[in-house]
């Protein structure tokens, strides 16, 4: 029963993160957490819900796929330029603010 309610959230999750404005939110929220993990896997949510698969992401960003699939891991550890690429790639771009205190 605890995988059901699993599979619905992350089906719900997906089709929530097809609206740009919901994967910007989505992924500025991942920023927010202490464990930088939390970002890599949310841009690989932000990427399934885009329609594509690291297939489609090394063609688009002319990365190697096992690269990538390092990348996005919760061990992953990306470059500055790979970021830009991926997030490029789903859509998003890397942009700095002023903290809120």
């Not at 896997?41 to 992401?57: F, H, N, P, Y």
């Not at 063609?59 to 992953?76: D, F, I, P, Q, V």
């Not at 690429?85 to 002023?98: C, D, F, R, S, Y």
Request: no cysteine.
């Amino acid at each position: 029963m605890n995988k059901k309610r699993f599979l619905d959230y992350h089906e719900d999750l997906i089709q929530e993160l097809q609206d740009p404005k919901e994967a910007q939110a989505y992924i500025n929220a991942a920023l927010q957490d202490e464990d930088e993990r939390v970002f890599l896997l949310a841009l690989r949510d932000v990427l399934e819900a885009q329609g594509g698969d690291m297939t489609w992401l090394s063609k688009k960003t002319k990365l190697n796929r096992e690269n990538l699939y390092r990348l996005l891991s919760k061990k992953g550890n990306p470059k500055i330029t790979s970021l830009k690429a991926i997030l490029n790639a789903i859509g998003l771009e890397l942009a700095v603010q002023v903290h809120k205190k």
